[in-house]
């Protein structure tokens, strides 16, 4: 493995354990504040301090969109994905949430086809499968406790599959920070409402009062976090190679893992760990079958 390799598949596996301590953090809200106005203010400030960055590398020209409705589509799909994962995770462990929430990849995949008009291969059926059945392990005894609130991070899954197939779809569209942009600041807007929406509903779940410095504290580290998460995935790719460091993103679930058990205390169940388990093992037949295919047409 070069020097370059190696480093930027550190810099990746700290972006990924950069999100899940993000996550720990806005764990530590839950009760103290609305998860929809949580998720809300963390895209506010994202947004703000990427439109200055935008501003002053491109100017005010930066700021009108090609194919504007399908930036929407973009902020939309992160919103649906950020609000159901906030929702989640102030109601179950950390682990529980991340590991349903990786079957994104297989929703990615199914809906492809569809959508873009991408031939499925057959690996790529026989990783939905798994993934698919990784879940059912997993939901069937929080079902059971939760109801249907388990079944929120499927709502992540699907908001990031679509946010994949709608980056892909917007590919030249502008630079890499404005399409950042637009993203955060379409979810801050649609976030916003749904907080707003959220208040009003009289739903002590969606409560938003004025919120105390601690939250506006932790908010804007959650914002830190993933804005640095986000750099660090995007350097490590570029020095090893989105083949090498797709695996690392599962050392967010490991992580993520820890700081359940050691700050909430939640020892992940076997159902968690094996259904985990399974996901993993369709997104790793996901990524064997994607270098397969690249290395076909490469010949």
């Known amino acids: 493995m070069t020097h370059d390799v190696r480093g930027g598949l550190l810099a990746a596996l700290a972006g990924f354990a950069l999100f899940s301590l993000g996550d720990a953090v806005t764990k530590t809200m839950a009760g103290v504040w609305s998860p929809v106005a949580v998720a809300a203010l963390r895209f506010i400030m994202g947004s703000l301090v990427l439109g200055t960055m935008l501003w002053r590398a491109e100017g005010r020209a ?81 079902v059971v406790t939760l109801g249907w609130p388990a079944l929120l991070p499927l709502f992540t899954a699907l908001g990031m599959s679509l946010l994949v197939i709608a980056n892909r779809a917007s590919a030249g569209a502008g630079s890499a920070l404005s399409m950042q942009f637009f993203v955060a600041a379409g979810s801050a807007v649609l976030l916003s409402i749904a907080a707003l929406a959220g208040a009003v509903s009289g739903l002590e779940f969606f409560h938003a009062g004025w919120p105390d410095w601690t939250v506006v504290a932790r908010c804007a580290f959650v914002a830190v976090t993933g804005t640095t998460g986000h750099w660090l995935i995007y350097h490590g790719t570029t020095r090893a190679g989105a083949a090498t460091v797709a695996p690392a993103t599962y050392v967010q679930l490991i992580t993520a893992s820890l700081l359940g058990w050691l700050v909430f205390d939640n020892v992940p169940t076997l159902a968690t760990v094996g259904g985990a388990l399974v996901i993993m093992l369709a997104g790793l037949i996901l990524w064997w079958d994607g270098r397969a295919l690249a290395s076909t047409q490469e010949r």
């Open 62 to 142: 930066a700021f009108r969109p090609q194919r504007p409705w399908l930036q929407v589509a973009r902020g939309a799909a992160l919103a649906t994905a950020t609000c159901g994962f906030f929702c989640a995770v102030f109601i179950m462990p950390l682990a529980t949430a991340i590991s349903i929430a990786f079957v994104a990849p297989a929703f990615t995949a199914l809906l492809s086809g569809p959508l873009l008009g991408e031939n499925v291969r057959p690996a790529t059926w026989v990783a939905i499968a798994v993934a698919f059945a990784g879940v059912l392990v997993i939901l069937q005894p929080n």
